[in-house]
């Protein structure tokens, strides 16, 4: 079974303030890949990262960094002096390849950034 | 990453009528192309996979003759949804991958259906 968790439904913090988004998945692939999207209220996803499971290395991309531990099957998103541009709805998925290639999505979880 | 576009945006329609979503994949040759649907404040969930030439693989619970699904060409997969009732608002997106990216999936912009 696949299945991707993120638990925070919705997060609220001030401009500047640094925030983690959660994200906890299952599988019994041991080739699968993980995503991270953002959807702005406009409705569009817009892709933000694809790790596969044979690379652990944390990522930084300017306010953002990922944290991929297969100890834990997590894979954290975290922005850095939070935006309110970064206001949105963000996804975690998992794409496995026993499950041919199709996408599991989280829940997502609203972010607020207030300024 | 790839472009993939949507056409239309938004419609509106009357129950009853049907309504055809094109998902263009602009350029590349997506041999597999996902239909996503999206309630408001929901996930995205999966409803069918196509693969060119040949029939889509619907999700468990997603009516086949509701939503038809075409993927006549490597650029170009269609939705029809038929005899559309309200209960079929939604937001419907699209994805494109397959071939040299089979383990990338590249979205549309969505298509915003409501059905009065």
């Known amino acids: 079974a696949q299945k991707v968790t993120q638990a925070q439904t919705e997060i609220s913090v001030v401009e500047k303030e640094d925030v983690t988004l959660d994200c906890v998945y299952e599988?019994?692939?041991?080739?699968?890949?993980l995503f991270w999207y953002k959807q702005p209220p406009s409705g569009e996803l817009v892709f933000l990262i694809r790790?596969?499971?044979?690379?652990?290395q944390n990522e930084i991309s300017g306010r953002y960094s990922w944290n991929f531990q297969k100890s834990t099957s997590s894979f954290n998103f975290t922005i850095t002096a939070s935006q309110v541009v970064d206001s949105a709805v963000y996804f975690c998925a998992l794409s496995a390849v026993e499950y041919g290639n199709k996408l599991v999505f989280g829940a997502g979880t609203i972010l607020r950034v207030k300024s | 990453g790839a472009v993939v576009s949507q056409h239309p945006s938004r419609v509106i329609c009357k129950s009853g009528t049907s309504v055809k979503i094109e998902c263009r994949s602009l350029?590349?040759?997506?041999?597999?192309m996902f239909w996503y649907r999206q309630f408001p404040k929901k996930s995205l969930m999966l409803m069918a996979t196509s693969n060119e030439g040949s029939k889509a693989t619907y999700e468990q619970g997603v009516e086949k003759d509701k939503f038809l699904i075409n993927h006549a060409s490597l650029t170009l997969s269609t939705l029809t949804v038929t005899s559309a009732h309200p209960e079929d608002s939604s937001f419907y997106i699209c994805s494109a991958g397959g071939g040299s990216r089979s383990y990338e999936q590249y979205f549309g912009p969505g298509t915003r259906l409501t059905v009065t």
């Open positions: 599988t019994r692939d041991t080739t699968y890949y």
């Open positions: 350029d590349f040759q997506a041999t597999t």
């Open positions: 790790r596969n499971s044979f690379d652990e």
